[in-house]
């Protein structure tokens, strides 16, 4: 067994101290500057329960209770003319608060306006499916369950659509590393020759930063196209410049001894 490690905002550590960088939000306009969105929005609340509501980017974002989800795609369809479902997924905020934020993207041909529909729910809660409502619904769904773990309650198929039925884990958790785990490593080994074979394959080499120029089983060959397999050439590499013959009018051709290395990041 490996050593635990703390797991928290594993994807941060990976790379960057600022990949989750909070980028500044648009200005948010109340729903009272539009006359469509206006009277969408009073319609909703005749019938639901509506939490925060404001129009950002020329669209209408509204909060509604996760339990009213099914009602409310049928009103915005039958009643309000949104006729398309263009988008639906999930936003992790697990570290932050334990929640999946929902959202739900909507577009009225009719109107020519755009909706986005947005509910919390905990980590173990479940969704009920809109699949009957909106059939373009169906893989969305599965792919939330597949990529973030979130459960869809009354789904007709509620399989994996993307990773494997037997993979471990949610890929697109902000806790699951960009290099996958250890289960990631050995999934083909065990899968196709068992795990006694672990010892004489070795593990999948999963970090995406690693090119090594001699490696002719794993890479592509820089510079060259050699058969697979084929031992790298002694002496210098076949290529000194970067650009093809004759290249683009009024820019420096670039050339091997031109290139530099930097240490520190400007």
Request: aromatic fraction near 12%; charge should be positive; glycine fraction near 4%.
């Amino acid at each position: 067994m490996r050593a635990y490690s703390d797991k928290q905002n594993v994807q941060a550590k990976a790379y960057y101290s600022d990949r989750f960088f909070k980028a500044p939000q648009l200005p948010k306009e109340k729903v009272s500057s539009d006359k469509v969105f206006a009277a969408d929005l009073k319609s909703l609340k005749e019938k639901f329960k509506i939490g925060e509501s404001y129009i950002q980017k020329e669209q209408m974002v509204l909060f509604i209770e996760p339990s009213d989800i099914k009602k409310v795609m049928k009103h915005l369809r039958d009643e309000l003319e949104y006729d398309f479902l263009s988008e639906l997924s999930a936003i992790d905020w697990l570290a932050k608060s334990n929640q999946f934020e929902i959202f739900y993207q909507m577009l009225s041909m009719s109107k020519r306006k755009r909706l986005r529909v947005k509910f919390f729910i905990d980590k173990k809660e479940a969704v009920e499916s809109i699949n009957e409502i909106f059939h373009s619904a169906n893989w969305a769904e599965r792919e939330m369950y597949d990529m973030y773990g979130v459960i869809i309650n009354n789904h007709p198929y509620m399989k994996r659509v993307i990773m494997p039925d037997d993979w471990t884990g949610h890929p697109l958790l902000k806790t699951y590393p960009l290099i996958g785990d250890e289960a990631a490593q050995w999934y083909e080994i065990d899968t196709i020759f068992g795990k006694e074979h672990r010892a004489i394959v070795g593990p999948e080499i999963r970090d995406t930063k690693r090119v090594d120029q001699k490696d002719t089983v794993n890479f592509a060959r820089v510079g060259a196209e050699v058969p697979l397999g084929a031992k790298p050439s002694t002496g210098k590499t076949n290529y000194s410049e970067f650009q093809e013959e004759g290249g683009v009018p009024f820019i420096t051709r670039f050339t091997k001894d031109r290139q530099k290395t930097l240490k520190n990041r400007k």
